[in-house]
């Protein structure tokens, strides 16, 4: 989901939301996930519909949402591309794997190519530490990536 | 009799290509107009032999691995629908000498049938746990827990049955089970492999510290980057509840418990018990002061049990088969059994569950078998990003709480990376300053700023400025973080770094020597 909402829209899909998940106990991470889900990241204009709807502050909601790693402030790129970078993939390349792949996409970790195509980012651990260097693409793990299967990856993004 | 093949879906097996593998086998199957029944299970845990796809045949279950897509057309022309020869050829399952030599208890069901079958799960001996559970005094089932010596396997190896004993004790007009599945730690997948191949086993465990303790609720609070275990605990819930597994009356007994499955959202310092608690409650993942314990004043302020999934996920045996049973594995005061995960550059690398008291050696060198890349070991990390790094000198250790201890180091949650000898100690010291300058939560001052200076001292000390003074100044900052963190993250991060200085000195050595030596 790249193209942004306009503003009268995201508070009316933010308050369904709300609406459909504030009976949970501590409802308010499951409600941004689903929110994340919704628009592909957590838009501004939502956060004080949350805030309203759960009876907690603006500045509450924001110190939450931005505390955690997964929710987004924009859209991502079309793919998203996560590159494990802890321990036992250091141990088998993964420094050398980024390296790569960096250079392939022209982005740095973080960034989003130009064309809105993928984001990169790291990741530390995907539980794939016997299979490693390992990556995550669109929510698909890969492992043991050679320069075969960065090939492979980094065409499936750009087409 | 229709031929069952067995095609792992556990995301270890899924990364090495288990779906292409699978789809090769329905469009050959297929094409040849042969019937077959396609099951798929989770993961045995021999990665280096994933994807394994078994087949049932009479003499039981033949294994192939690992099997790529181009294998499957040569192994039909094999006849491995009846064990035919192949060279993937691996033989009973149970007989392959990395499964042979292990102790399964918490994983003896993991990976073998669909993990989504409650029949396939009862006709292993699940639910057998639960059902004397519901039928004991919940005194009884708690001394049980504490009598077969079970400690956290999250990495604090706090006994579990005193754990639940303080819940049990403490009044509360609502308490809580909170299943820690937030397995942040590099070289961890334990949690993982049980959530995908054996849902019911941590289900069974959930509800049996529900009984146990008077709590009717639960939660697993799992990490976001597993989104196939997420799907699976998911399914494996609403399983359960329809078969009255979970529910008001939990196996037709009078006791209620219900479970709910949470995403975390890539904090790692959610992996403690505390900030995990804050998370699940809506709030930054920040960690508590402790007292009030959790088990006295947890979950919206409720009497909780906070466990890992491997803790839980060990009760179910340990009230089948009795305390003593368990107990009489291990070594000291570790006893049970312990899913070690080898992990890294290592040729044979997956899950070895087995008692406490192997050496660090024997598990590197026999099991693991070295390094992938046929260089020598020169470190391995045990416990994660914030576990020690051991060096070849040290491995005579015994895999042990205590004897960890006396060494500087700690098992954790049993995950074990191994590097050889192209690694950089001060590259690796530096990283683990670093991600916990990332991951910190914020609270306290030697994690939050600790972790920041001690990447910039590291970094004069690469680039040769003042080496020994910035090396007493690392020395003299982890002291601080170590006595002065709230928690195990600005509390632990010394260990890979101290233990990468103690250990392996030459690679800290000014930059013009390291240059030069290059």
């Known amino acids: ?159 | 009799m229709i031929p069952r093949i067995y095609i792992p879906a556990d995301s270890g097996a899924l990364a090495l290509g288990g779906e292409k593998v699978a789809r090769a086998i329905e469009k050959e199957l297929k094409e040849r107009g042969v019937e077959a029944k396609i099951v798929r299970n989770g993961s045995r845990g021999a990665y280096f032999l994933e994807p394994m796809v078994e087949v049932a045949t009479d003499k039981g279950r033949v294994a192939y691995g690992p099997v790529k897509p181009s294998d499957v057309k040569s192994l039909f022309d094999s006849g491995f629908l009846t064990g035919g020869h192949h060279k993937r050829w691996l033989g009973a399952p149970d007989k392959i000498p990395f499964f042979a030599k292990q102790t399964r208890l918490t994983f003896a069901r993991c990976g073998i049938n669909d993990p989504l079958s409650l029949d396939a799960y009862k006709s292993l001996g699940g639910l057998s746990g639960l059902q004397n559970a519901v039928a004991m005094a919940p005194a009884d089932v708690v001394s049980q827990v504490t009598e077969s010596g079970l400690r956290g396997r999250g990495g604090a190896g706090f006994p579990t049955g005193i754990k639940w004993k303080t819940v049990l004790d403490t009044a509360g007009d609502q308490k809580y089970i909170v299943c820690n599945a937030d397995e942040g730690d590099s070289a961890t997948f334990a949690d993982r492999m049980i959530m995908e191949g054996d849902p019911f086993v941590l289900i069974e465990g959930m509800a049996i510290a529900g009984i146990a303790t008077g709590a009717t609720k639960g939660f697993v609070y799992i990490r976001s980057e597993y989104p196939h275990a997420v799907a699976t605990m998911n399914k494996a819930v609403a399983i359960a509840r329809k078969a009255g597994v979970l529910g008001l009356n939990v196996l037709g007994s009078p006791n209620a418990f219900d479970m709910e499955i949470r995403v975390g959202a890539g904090a790692y310092v959610c992996g403690e018990e505390t900030s995990l608690l804050n998370s699940l409650e809506g709030k930054r993942g920040v960690v508590r002061a402790k007292p009030p314990l959790p088990a006295i004043q947890g979950l919206f302020g409720k009497p909780t049990v906070i466990n890992n999934v491997i803790s839980l996920a060990s009760v179910p045996v340990i009230m089948d088969k009795g305390a003593a049973y368990y107990k009489d594995f291990g070594m000291g005061r570790s006893r049970g059994t312990i899913p070690i995960q080898i992990a890294g550059n290592v040729k044979h690398g997956g899950l070895f569950e087995t008692a406490f008291g192997l050496t660090l050696g024997e598990i590197v060198d026999e099991i693991g078998g070295g390094t992938a890349s046929g260089r020598p070991v020169k470190a391995v990390q045990v416990g994660g990003p914030l576990g020690a790094y051991f060096p070849r000198a040290l491995f005579d250790t015994p895999f042990d709480y205590e004897e960890f201890a006396k060494r500087d180091g700690l098992i954790g949650h049993a995950g074990i990376t191994v590097f050889d000898d192209t690694a950089d100690m001060l590259k690796q010291a530096r990283f683990a300053m670093e991600f916990c300058a990332i991951e910190s939560c914020g609270k306290c001052t030697p994690c939050r700023i600790g972790s920041t200076r001690g990447v910039e001292v590291l970094d004069k000390v690469a680039a040769g400025i003042e080496a020994e003074k910035n090396l007493a100044l690392v020395t003299d900052l982890c002291n601080t973080m170590k006595f002065g963190s709230l928690c195990a993250l600005g509390g632990f991060t010394p260990y890979p770094v101290m233990s990468s200085i103690t250990h392996f000195p030459e690679d800290f050595k000014p930059a013009p020597a390291r240059v030069a030596a290059e």
Not at chain 1, 10 to 34: N, V, Y
Not at chain 1, 36 to 59: H, M, T, W
Not at chain 1, 62 to 79: C, E, I, L, N, T
Request: glycine share 8%.
């Open chain 1, 1 to 159: 989901m790249t193209m942004q909402a306009a503003s009268t829209e995201i508070a009316s899909r933010t308050a369904a939301i709300i609406d459909e998940m504030k009976g949970l106990e501590g409802p308010l991470l499951p409600i941004l996930h689903s929110i994340q889900d919704e628009f592909g990241y957590v838009p501004k204009d939502a956060l004080p519909v949350i805030a309203d709807g759960l009876n907690l502050s603006r500045a509450e909601v924001h110190g939450v949402v931005s505390f955690y790693h997964d929710f987004r402030a924009k859209p991502a790129g079309r793919h998203v591309l996560k590159l494990c970078q802890a321990e036992a993939c250091q141990s088998m390349g993964s420094d050398a794997v980024a390296a790569k792949v960096k250079q392939l996409l022209g982005i740095d970790f973080h960034e989003t190519t130009r064309d809105g195509s993928v984001t990169l980012e790291p990741v530390y651990c995907l539980g794939l530490c016997a299979c490693s260097p390992s990556a995550m693409l669109d929510g698909e793990v890969i492992g043991r990536l050679d320069d075969e299967k960065i090939g492979e990856i980094v065409a499936e993004v750009r087409s």
